[in-house]
């Protein structure tokens, strides 16, 4: 018999990149965790790591045993659903997570109801960082994640997870509410190609998609300012020091002087989607949520 605790060390491993990632995220120490890499690959008579440079990979056999851990634990999550009755009325803790925007403008809103009309059900949100989320949901600390789509998330076929797509977030431009192009109902990204720029931080994905929009508008926008945080961005505008594009989810303060604008031609989103561990969305209570989160994102 194969030992599912060791299993799940494998599992780590893969996930994380490196032994020592995966004792820490396990709670384990770093020579707990060649333990029970070393005893696994004994009972199975397998090699399962193998140097590369100066770090290890997974061999193909151990490849090949990780497809068999994933799908047993999507079906372990599964038999606790089972076991549980899905039609249950949703209970006890619900851990969520989320990217700032999706915790101020989807989670809060879709929870509130949520609580209201199930008692029994507690809920606990963490904002989050975006690669954050997917090892929050792997190592067991969250239920569900509302995440953005980039091209650094495990892929859609990804046996560990669920995605499934919430809502594109459209990109509006930001002006002062006394800029030439104010009152106007939508504009070209052209038309302000000779502006100042504001833009997120490097780390933001919305960074690129805002050069990406410049670009394919034919221009490099003239970026003057950067920020952290969307009320930053907002502040800069408002003293007239700049435009951005912004995300129509993003909040900004109500008593700025500022004027969205859709764009013409194809505005550039970004797509939020849900994720759950493999096997766990019909939960009562993660079914629940989704539910609440289609209709908000609606």
């Not at 999550?77 to 101020?104: F, K, M, N, S, W």
């Not at 221009?219 to 300012?225: A, K, L, M, Y």
């Not at 700049?242 to 008593?255: F, I, K, Q, S, T």
Request: proline residues 7%; charged residues 20%; aromatic residues 4%.
């Amino acid at each position: 018999m194969i030992d599912l605790r060791r299993l799940r060390v494998l599992r780590a491993v893969s996930h994380y990149g490196t032994i020592t990632a995966a004792a820490k995220a396990l709670h384990f120490t770093t020579s707990a965790a060649s333990q029970q890499i070393r005893q696994l690959g004994r009972e199975l008579d397998i090699t399962l790591l193998e140097p590369h440079g100066r770090k290890i990979r997974l061999t193909p056999a151990a490849q090949r045993l990780l497809e068999h851990a994933d799908a047993i634990e999507a079906r372990w999550e599964q038999a606790e659903i089972d076991l549980r009755t899905a039609r249950d009325e949703p209970a006890g803790l619900l851990r969520l997570c989320g990217i700032p925007t999706a915790v101020a403008m989807l989670l809060a809103p879709a929870v509130a109801p949520l609580v209201a009309k199930y008692p029994r059900l507690s809920v606990h949100i963490e904002e989050v960082e975006q690669q954050a989320g997917y090892d929050l949901l792997f190592d067991g600390s969250v239920d569900l994640a509302v995440l953005e789509s980039t091209p650094d998330n495990p892929t859609a076929g990804d046996p560990r997870f669920d995605q499934r797509p919430l809502v594109d977030d459209v990109f509006d431009l930001v002006v002062h509410s006394e800029h030439s192009l104010a009152g106007q109902e939508s504009v070209q990204l052209g038309e302000v190609a000779g502006e100042d720029w504001i833009l997120p931080a490097v780390a933001c994905t919305c960074r690129q998609h805002t050069l990406s929009a410049c670009g394919a508008a034919g221009f490099t926008p003239n970026v003057v300012h950067n920020a952290l945080e969307w009320n930053a961005i907002a502040h800069l505008i408002a003293h007239r020091l700049g435009v951005a594009l912004v995300p129509r989810l993003a909040y900004l303060p109500p008593h700025l002087p500022l004027a969205r604008l859709p764009l013409d031609g194809g505005a550039p989103s970004r797509k939020l989607l849900t994720c759950t561990r493999a096997g766990a969305r019909d939960h009562p209570a993660i079914a629940a949520t989704l539910t609440e989160l289609a209709t908000v994102a609606a």
